[in-house]
Every structure is written in C-alpha cells, then in structure tokens.
C-alpha cells in the first residue's frame, strides 16, 4: 500500500498570504490528523477529520483551518501568514479510532 | 486536557548500552500511547505502542512499560546501535473517541560508537 503523501514538500510564502495544504491518507484509512512541527514547540496537534467532519481541533488561531473530502483526502489551509506559522506540516491517517497513525513526509512552509 | 511530559531532552549513550526514556501523563481517560522515532529530516514513524490494558510489550530491542496508577510508560532500547539516534517522541491518546494524541516534547537520543 501506498504511504501518506502530502503536497507540496516545500513552500515558500511571504507575510499575509495564505496557503493551502493537501495530504492523501494511506487508502482505506478515513482519519486524518494534523500537525504543526516547530523546533521550539515540538509535535502540536492542529485537528482531525474522520469521514468529512471535523472531530478534534487544538489550540490554534481560526487562521488555520481544514476539511476533508468524500475520498479521505484532507486538505489544510493557513490564512494571513505569519512568521510564526514557519513550521513543518505533518499529517497522519489511520485506520480506526484510536489508532495507530501514520505520518506523511510533511511540507515545509517558511514565511518571509 | 491532556499533558504529556518527556525525559529528558537529550542523551547519549555509548553504543551497546541501553537508554531510558520516561514520560507522565495527566488524562486518566488516555489508553493508548505510542512512541514514535523520528530521524533527522525524515517523519516520525511508530516503533511501538501499549495500549491501557498491559503493563509491558517488546519488541526485540525497544520495550514500553506502563505504570497506569502513576500515570507514566517509559521506553528501554537495549545494545544501543548508532542507527538507534534520533528524537524520539511519546504520546498519549484521548480515549473519548477521538482521534486527538498530544505528544511529549521529544528526547534527542546520541549513541556513540
């Protein structure tokens, strides 16, 4: 099967643009989370999709928001880009609830 | 919520010994924890996990044990290679359903040849 991918790897933004992320779970998988890797923060849990609904959200501003399609795909989207939102953007399907999850390779935004 | 602590932040270890990792958690609700390794530039990718219902699982070299009255699961790797480095990360699980998994703030592991 294939793994969690997620486009694009790379971004480069500049202060107050916004951007969109897409991630594909591993096939058959229907949750799908995210997450904001920083050096100074560590792993933090952005929110969770399963079958289109938002089940879980943390501690982040409204700027940063998601959705899910029918197909699992998960797409985030982070508005009025900040220099703090530099991070690498992790997501991770699985299967069930709770279960084990499996990350993408992550895309690396750095706001200028 | 939940909160996950992690210890320590750094270690080294000669290769072959063995390294310790130990994490507290403060959701009594939480029953599943998994530990993730995580190399530098590459995802974190599970290397076990323990569920509320035992107390140890292992592995090979990589065993987790859980203390649940305590509220805290270590990670042992034993005859540490080189390639053991990486940060390493627990993890606890809200068990409410949801997929919701607050991570600890990760170990560097260093072992040196």
């Known amino acids: 099967k294939a793994g969690v991918t997620q486009t694009p790897r790379y971004l480069i933004k500049t202060r107050g643009q916004q951007v969109t992320l897409s991630c594909s779970p591993i096939s058959g998988h229907r949750s799908v989370s995210w997450y904001q890797q920083t050096p100074g923060q560590g792993l933090q849990f952005l929110f969770e999709y399963f079958s289109e609904t938002q089940r879980n959200k943390g501690n982040f501003p409204g700027r940063f928001s998601g959705r899910q399609f029918s197909n699992s795909r998960s797409e985030m989207n982070v508005s009025t880009l900040e220099l703090g939102d530099s991070a690498l953007y992790l997501c991770?399907?699985?299967?069930?609830?709770?279960?084990?999850?499996?990350f993408g390779p992550g895309t690396r935004l750095t706001v200028l | 919520g939940e909160n996950v602590e992690q210890h320590p932040s750094t270690l080294s270890v000669q290769e072959g010994d063995s390294a310790v990792i130990k994490c507290t958690y403060s959701?009594?609700?939480?029953?599943?924890f998994p530990w993730y390794k995580q190399e530098l530039g590459k995802r974190p990718q599970l290397i076990i996990d323990?569920?509320?219902?035992?107390g140890e699982k292992k592995d090979q070299r990589i065993a987790v044990t859980l203390n649940k009255t305590a509220k805290h699961f270590s990670l042992h790797i034993t005859e540490t290679q080189p390639e053991d480095s990486a940060v390493y990360f627990c993890a606890a699980m809200d068990s409410g359903g949801y997929q919701k998994v607050t991570f600890g703030t990760g170990t560097k592991l260093q072992v040196i040849p």
């Open positions: 959701d009594s609700a939480s029953n599943y």
């Open positions: 991770a399907s699985s299967l069930a609830i709770p279960d084990t999850q499996y």
């Open positions: 323990i569920r509320s219902n035992v």
